[in-house]
């Protein structure tokens, strides 16, 4: 079983996936911030691969993501940093980003690195299904990494079966046709919600975009297997020079 399935054979309710941007605050801020969610109650790290135009994530994320650039982020870097990861991290770890980079790094290449660290998965938005199943999937099962697709409240019923028959670990539930960190109509989410949960999936559902607080994870616990924070916790570490301590009191905020 991957890290993945065992989480999810263990634990089907209120799994939390916090996402955080790689070289953010500062370069070296990385394993900190992985550490301090591992030890205060995130079950799955996404770790965001910075880029300089991530067409699906809000402002937050975008800012953090050029921050990390400017910090001097790169893939080769990001490999560097998480060679040991596994030596003290050991909640699953996700990579997302953007397919550009990733060719420029040569994409069996960096599949390689990613699985040699104890990358568990991926979640590549702007990677269409055809060239999934044509070209790219094969190389991902190759070497062991999970692939997450998204799904959306305007995708068809059709298309989200085919979509999960794709994906393993889990099917990311975008919560609206919006970038990271909006505000989100909360009753609408749970039709959707009820709607996929009808549909007999066979990954667990993930809700992201506009989960932000208690009050939202929580609602969205109740008609999916979890939630992924992402924009509320870069916010929160904004200026942070302490960020172990500023992702304990968020994380407290949302599980206590």
């Known amino acids: 079983m991957s890290r993945l399935q ?3 054979a263990t634990k089907q309710q209120r799994v939390l996936n916090v996402y955080c941007t790689a070289g953010y605050p500062q370069l070296d801020s990385t394993l900190t911030v992985m550490t301090a969610l591992q030890q205060n109650g995130a079950d799955i790290i996404e770790l965001g691969m910075p880029y300089s135009d991530p067409l699906a994530d809000g402002s937050v994320i975008q800012e953090s993501s050029a921050v990390a650039l400017q910090n001097g982020m790169t893939l080769a870097t990001l490999f560097s940093q998480l060679a040991d990861m596994r030596t003290h991290i050991h909640i699953p770890v996700i990579l997302m980003g953007y397919m550009n980079p990733v060719l420029q790094y040569g994409f069996e290449n960096f599949c390689a ?4 660290a104890g990358v568990d998965g991926l979640i590549l938005p702007d990677l269409p299904e055809h060239e999934f199943e044509t070209e790219y999937g094969s190389i991902i099962k190759q070497y062991g990494l999970d692939f997450i697709f998204l799904v959306t409240p305007e995708t068809s019923p059709q298309r989200v079966l085919h979509l999960d028959q794709l994906s393993s670990g889990f099917l990311y539930a975008v919560s609206s046709s919006a970038t990271t960190g909006g505000n989100t109509n909360f009753d609408a989410v749970q039709v959707y919600l009820q709607k996929l949960a009808a549909l007999s999936l066979q990954n667990p559902v993930l809700v992201g975009f506009g989960v932000k607080d208690k009050a939202t994870f929580e609602a969205v616990a109740q008609y999916a297997n979890g939630a992924i924070i992402g924009s509320a916790y ?13 992702t304990k009191i968020f994380l407290d905020s949302i599980l206590q």
Do not use: D
Not at 113 to 116: L, P, S
Not at 234 to 246: C, D, V, Y
């Open 113 to 116: 690195a990613a699985a040699a």
């Open 6 to 8: 065992q989480l999810f």
């Open 234 to 246: 870069i916010k929160a570490l904004q200026g942070s020079k302490q960020p172990a301590e500023t």
